[in-house]
């Protein structure tokens, strides 16, 4: 699972920037589009970095279930970036209403993401200061 989400962080910060690049270039002359674009592109890199962190830290030699919350941030944020910033990306492109529906659930996903990282941390060793 650490080396998927590795290679979803190189996918999603390649795609970050080519819709950022898209919203630039292509959705110059709209600036709804344009926005929207610039807001998936953001969401992506942001999340892109996060997913890299929770594969790496998986594979740390780190308590088991620290482990298991980092692996679960991580798929949580390939799951919430792809549905948030596809959707919004797929809004920007063809506007259809259904697509609409997924991009809360995206949200939310990267928001459970980011609780899962957390619990990863916390349930990390204190180790002393030297």
């Not at 590795?6 to 709804?32: E, K, M, R």
Request: proline share 4%; aromatic share 4%.
């Amino acid at each position: 699972m650490e080396r998927v989400l590795v290679i979803a962080a190189g996918l999603a910060g390649f795609a970050g920037v080519a819709i950022g690049a898209a919203g630039s270039h292509l959705a110059a002359g709209n600036p709804a589009s344009r926005d929207l674009l610039d807001i998936a592109s953001r969401y992506l890199l942001v999340h892109a970095v996060a997913m890299l962190g929770g594969g790496v830290l998986a594979q740390l030699a780190i308590p088991k279930r620290a482990r298991r919350l980092a692996l679960l941030a991580g798929a949580l944020f390939l799951i919430g970036v792809g549905l948030f910033s596809g959707g919004i990306t797929l809004h920007a492109l063809a506007g259809h209403p259904v697509i609409d529906m997924i991009i809360p659930i995206g949200g939310v996903t990267m928001m459970l993401g980011w609780l899962a990282l957390a619990g990863c941390g916390a349930g990390l060793a204190r180790r002393p200061r030297a």
